[in-house]
């Protein structure tokens, strides 16, 4: 398995049970949400 393909599997295994994902309707507001924790985290 490739790097990419770890970190893919490492980051759906850290959302699985995130209920703010879960329930995400559009893709768009998905996008906004990963984006937004992605930003908080990255200082």
Sequence with gaps: M???G????YNLKKRI???EII????LKRLYVIILGRFT????
């Design 6 to 9: 770890r970190v893919g599997a």
């Design 17 to 19: 049970g995130d209920c």
């Design 2 to 4: 490739s790097y990419a």
């Design 40 to 43: 908080r985290n990255s200082g």
């Design 23 to 26: 329930v995400v309707d559009p």
